[in-house]
């Protein structure tokens, strides 16, 4: 087996600290975002979901390898594994939630389906965007008839 060099090993993390960003960015711009502006008193309660969801898309980047992936050559097989980052990303999240949650709390189901299909949506989009437009870059010469 080869050993990965250093090199290789700083992209792969940095390629996995951006993704993690990206998923938290998503979680928050669904979440939090909206109540923020509704929320006089402190914000520390909604600090505790994001920094689960942030977690748990840690955990789930690192096992579908997205990583790993080279954004210019970005194909079907990588948007599924997006897609299986993301869906175990909000498994993770909701089985983590639903064993702290409080049991007192009365959330709409229909609220909080719709919450879990914004963030899942947001969150595939927010992955899947810029790996596109760096392919999309990377093919640009050919739209044009160059080399």
Request: hydrophobic share 55%.
């Given at each position: 087996?080869?050993?990965?060099s250093?090199r290789t090993?700083?992209?792969?993390?940095c390629?996995?600290?951006a993704?993690?960003?990206?998923?938290?960015?998503a979680?928050?711009?669904?979440?939090?975002?909206?109540l923020l502006?509704?929320?006089?008193?402190?914000?520390?309660?909604?600090?505790?979901?994001?920094?689960?969801?942030v977690?748990?898309?840690s955990?789930?980047?690192?096992?579908?390898?997205?990583?790993?992936?080279?954004?210019?050559?970005?194909?079907?097989?990588?948007?599924?594994?997006?897609?299986?980052?993301?869906?175990?990303?909000?498994?993770g999240?909701?089985?983590?939630?639903l064993?702290?949650?409080?049991?007192n709390?009365?959330?709409?189901?229909?609220?909080?389906?719709?919450?879990?299909?914004?963030?899942?949506t947001?969150?595939?989009?927010?992955?899947?965007?810029p790996r596109l437009?760096?392919?999309?870059?990377?093919?640009?010469?050919a739209w044009?008839?160059?080399?």
């Open positions: 087996m080869l050993a990965i250093t090993r700083l992209k792969h993390g390629r996995l600290l993704d993690v960003f990206l998923s938290g960015a979680f928050f711009t669904v979440t939090i975002l909206p502006q509704s929320i006089k008193s402190s914000t520390e309660p909604l600090l505790a979901p994001l920094f689960i969801y977690a748990t898309a955990v789930a980047l690192y096992a579908t390898r997205t990583y790993r992936m080279i954004w210019r050559y970005m194909g079907f097989g990588d948007l599924l594994r997006l897609v299986a980052a993301a869906s175990l990303t909000m498994l999240f909701l089985s983590v939630e064993l702290v949650m409080n049991p709390l009365s959330v709409p189901g229909t609220l909080l389906v719709w919450t879990i299909l914004l963030v899942w947001l969150n595939m989009g927010f992955l899947a965007a437009v760096v392919r999309a870059l990377d093919e640009m010469p044009f008839g160059q080399k």
